[in-house]
């Protein structure tokens, strides 16, 4: 396991550096220079392309942590708690991608918002000519990262939130007259935080890197600096690749750099936590954070479920001029055009999906059954090494080694690569379940002279089936959103339904958009589907293993 996840990350590294210092004999580098980062330096609006990228993780990942701690401070135990927790979750099912076109199309000039609001409100009758989601400073990226990182966080939160002791807290801090919201901050999260260190900092390295997300939501000129590097990786003369190398490791310094403001902001929060708790003030009164909190969350997921209903209106629609709310006619046309050529990248991203999950699942329950996840801190950090490090650091050095060794692109090859980012999701998904589950069952087996093989076949798995089937679908659905590996390790010969998808944002063709964004997040919903219905009918007449 730890050769699995961490050989192909250095690995990966390792051919991104060396071509950066000109080292590639197969393209005719067989020396060191440092001719390539001159001409990255060289290259127009460098500086303001890594700033948007920098400042996207920072924002995105800030502001995503922020709404889910006072969420949880504010309301962690109640009914709304649980009613929030149940709109977010089906989220997990939709990809980075179509939930970025769904943004698009509500806050485009011609988008749904505008259509909502003219021409009552704004007197416009022909779309406004606004940068968006275009806009230069990269505030639609964000957003777009915001809704999709608030229900990652959320739901990290909520596998976290039964190793504190949220409700012993809860009553100290209420019998001192803390309001729940400073309660909650001096008393929990710390602890709390301490559990979802690695998931925040993967979403930070993910959200400074990002590249589909950034193409349909980013600026154009000049693009995310991770935008630039994929455009040099797939320009036609080879030897962009030096670049390509030189701009990843750009990339790798703004993740790192952006690593250490978010220590540093850690350090200040502590700070700041430690003042606040010495200086005495209670502020009992905190209903207006609180509100706020729940309001940000509520239409985060509100606006990604709102863009899913605008991508299908608009895969469906006919004529549909501005201002009208909704089209003049509905057609099928679109579905019929687009179904027999998106068959071939459907079942390519099933299977790819099915296969990696599967394979993670057992790997994961294999490395669950010897090893503890929540003892072993450096299992742990290995595991979120394939999230931590920036993909387009590592995978194009895996591409670049993948082509001086002769490997082609080929189904098991993208398959590996699948299973890298795969298995720790997987494994991470199936953990608290797995720690939490009642080993008196095994030793009353145990007792009766059963093996632990036959214990974990006939015992445990059965009892967590619920668990593992939703594991597999988190891995299916994380493999079924990839765009980047499957984009360098395919190298355009292997395509799914998510780079086919985000291919479509350089068009113009909304309708088109609409079929593929909609067919992209079906595969991974279907995955949740199965993992909710299979345990419902396995357990339908066993009372206590229902839910």
């Avoid at 939160?157 to 309001?179: E, K």
């Avoid at 030897?239 to 200040?268: K, P």
């Avoid at 086919?500 to 350089?506: D, K, M, Y």
């Amino acid at each position: 396991m730890l050769v699995l996840l961490s050989l192909p990350v250095l690995a990966g590294l390792a051919g991104t550096i060396g071509p950066a210092f000109g080292y590639l004999p197969a393209l005719g580098g067989d020396h060191l220079t440092f001719d390539h980062f001159a001409d990255l330096a060289a290259q127009p609006h460098l500086i303001r392309s890594s700033l948007v990228s920098l400042a996207t993780g920072l924002v995105a990942t800030g502001v995503s942590v922020v709404m889910v701690m006072l969420f949880t401070a504010g309301y962690a135990g109640t009914r709304m708690f649980s009613r929030v927790q149940h709109l977010v979750s089906p989220l997990l099912a939709v990809p980075h991608a179509a939930a970025a076109f769904g943004l698009a199309f509500l806050v485009a000039p011609s988008g749904f918002v505008m259509r909502l609001l003219s021409p009552g409100l704004t007197g416009y009758t022909s779309p406004p000519d606004w940068p968006v989601p275009q806009d230069p400073l990269g505030l639609t990226v964000m957003a777009g990262l915001v809704v999709k990182e608030m229900p990652f966080l959320f739901l990290v939160t909520l596998a976290a939130l039964p190793q504190v002791p949220l409700a012993q807290m809860r009553q100290l801090s209420a019998s001192l007259g803390y309001g729940r919201v400073r309660g909650f901050l001096i008393g929990v999260w710390p602890l709390l935080y301490r559990q979802i260190r690695l998931p925040v900092f993967a979403v930070l390295a993910y959200a400074s890197s990002v590249v589909d997300v950034a193409v349909i939501l980013g600026p154009d000129l000049p693009a995310p600096l991770p935008v630039r590097i994929t455009e040099w990786i797939a320009n036609s003369d080879l030897q962009m690749r030096f670049l390509a190398s030189a701009g990843a490791l750009l990339q790798l310094v703004l993740t790192i750099t952006a690593m250490v403001f978010w220590l540093v902001a850690e350090r200040t929060g502590a700070f700041v936590l430690k003042r606040i708790s010495g200086s005495g003030i209670r502020k009992s009164e905190d209903q207006l954070i609180r509100g706020i909190a729940c309001a940000a969350m509520t239409v985060s997921a509100a606006l990604v479920f709102l863009g899913l209903v605008t991508l299908f209106i608009w895969s469906i629609a006919g004529l549909w001029p501005f201002p009208s709310l909704l089209p003049h006619s509905a057609t099928l046309k679109p579905w019929i055009r687009a179904l027999p050529q998106a068959i071939g990248p459907i079942m390519t991203a099933i299977g790819l999906a099915g296969a990696s999950a599967a394979i993670a699942l057992v790997l994961a329950i294999g490395l669950l059954w010897q090893k503890s996840l929540r003892a072993d801190g450096a299992l742990r950090v290995v595991l979120y090494l394939p999230l931590i490090v920036p993909q387009l650091c590592f995978m194009f050095g895996l591409q670049i080694l993948g082509l001086a060794l002769g490997l082609g692109a080929s189904f098991a090859l993208l398959l590996f690569v699948h299973l890298i980012f795969v298995l720790p999701y997987v494994a991470l998904s199936l953990s608290p379940p797995w720690q939490a589950f009642d080993r008196r069952y095994e030793t009353v087996a145990a007792g009766l002279g059963r093996s632990p093989l036959q214990i974990l076949l006939h015992i445990r798995l059965p009892m967590l089936t619920r668990a593992w089937l939703t594991a597999f679908a988190v891995g299916f659905a994380v493999s079924a959103g990839l765009y980047l590996p499957t984009l360098l390790i395919g190298a355009g010969r292997i395509v799914t339904i998510t780079t086919e998808a985000v291919a479509l944002s350089s068009g113009g063709d909304r309708r088109m958009i609409g079929v593929y964004a909609l067919l992209q997040t079906l595969i991974p919903f279907a995955g949740f589907l199965i993992a909710s219905l299979v345990p419902h009918l396995l357990f339908r007449h066993r009372r206590a293993m229902r839910i």
